[in-house]
């Protein structure tokens, strides 16, 4: 699976994950302590390659293992 693949997954799955939990991006973006939703907006598309502690963020505050938000036996 090529990195662009990884990073669309991982964004339509927590895209997905943030909607059921009836949370907008903006909110998200201040559970975590980002200072705009515009953030979360370009890891949903895929656009930016984020960081291990906003993932953890992320986990923690929707509650979520990471295997919810990626299925690693996609990954050859």
């Known amino acids: 699976m090529e990195k662009k693949e990884i ?3 991982f964004g339509r799955n927590l895209k997905a994950e943030r909607n059921r939990a009836g949370l ?4 998200l973006a201040e559970k975590i302590g980002l200072s ?10 895929g656009e ?13 505050a929707l509650n979520l293992d990471f295997d ?7 990954i050859k």
Do not use: W
């Open 48 to 60: 930016t390659n984020t960081s291990l502690t906003v993932i953890v963020s992320i986990m923690n």
């Open 36 to 45: 705009y939703g515009q953030v979360i907006g370009t890891i949903e598309r």
């Open 68 to 74: 919810k938000l990626f299925d690693r036996k996609l």
């Open 7 to 9: 990073l669309k997954e």
């Open 24 to 27: 907008s991006q903006e909110q």
